[in-house]
């Protein structure tokens, strides 16, 4: 009799254990579908920021957040032919407005985000000590016949910016010959890393990130045309996550991540 309630007990402990686990199950599946997943595409120049943010709002809220980085023209096309993107980080708001006029992006769906610097850099340990970036001869002088690495204008806005530059500066013809373009500012990074070109002009916060190169001077930001990161929601109806992360990428938490990185949040200037 002892041994047949032993087993009578075991078996109420199995279907009790199975009744757990189901409940247990189902609550992760709802878990799971309670949070929709978010996709950013954003500027190469943001990769180790975000990729940080997004893995910490992961871990925070249990919910799926996809980075998908390159040059935020190459995005921006992207997302015009249809690419499920949810959010937009840009690097200049040219690529915002086109999206805006398109009627993918919704004016009170975008904000601007962040600033930030462009800097001429060269392999570390390069002698720069004569260079002189306040006088158009000062960057040929330097360059001679070498290589100058800057991102694709018709795609990165790091390249844009580097090429109004060169013009504002006269230099334009005198240094075409110079001129080597990337697929994106990180690539132009990559290449005067591995000296494969003398030197090259990309963003602060990339600078940063690189020990095998230096920054040889700060190109100064014109007042009519500062660098600014827009960031906005995708579509004209966006889900409740995506805006949830839309706005946690401006909470202080994400400010000090991105101030770190050396950006600078425009809304604090």
């Not at 005198?174 to 990559?190: F, G, H």
Request: include cysteine; glycine fraction near 4%; charge should be negative.
């Amino acid at each position: 009799m002892r041994h047949w309630v032993t087993i009578v007990q075991l078996t109420l402990l199995a279907q009790a254990s199975f009744l757990t686990l189901s409940v247990l199950v189902t609550n992760a599946q709802a878990q799971d579908i309670a949070c929709e997943p978010i996709t950013i595409f954003a500027a190469a120049s943001t990769t180790n920021v975000m990729e940080k943010i997004a893995d910490d709002y992961e871990r925070n809220t249990a919910c799926s957040v996809t980075t998908v980085f390159a040059a935020s023209g190459t995005l921006a096309r992207q997302i015009e032919s249809g690419a499920p993107a949810d959010l937009f980080l840009s690097a200049n708001v040219e690529w915002m407005d086109w999206l805006e006029q398109s009627a993918i992006v919704k004016p009170e769906n975008r904000t601007n985000l962040l600033g930030n610097d462009l800097v001429l850099i060269v392999p570390k340990f390069t002698d720069f000590s004569s260079f002189n970036l306040n006088t158009p001869q000062g960057l040929q002088s330097f360059l001679g016949e070498r290589r100058l690495a800057i991102g694709d204008p018709a795609s990165v806005p790091a390249g844009r910016y580097a090429v109004a530059y060169i013009r504002r500066m006269g230099l334009s013809k005198d240094l075409k010959d110079n001129i080597v373009t990337a697929a994106s500012v990180r690539a132009a990074l990559t290449w005067v890393a591995r000296d494969e070109a003398i030197a090259g002009i990309v963003y602060r916060t990339d600078a940063m990130i690189e020990d095998s190169v230096s920054i040889a001077a700060t190109f100064p930001a014109p007042s009519d045309a500062p660098i600014i990161y827009p960031l906005a929601l995708m579509g004209r109806t966006p889900h409740a996550d995506a805006r949830a992360f839309y706005d946690h990428l401006q909470t202080y938490a994400s400010a000090v991540a991105f101030t770190d990185g050396g950006f600078r949040r425009v809304s604090a200037e």
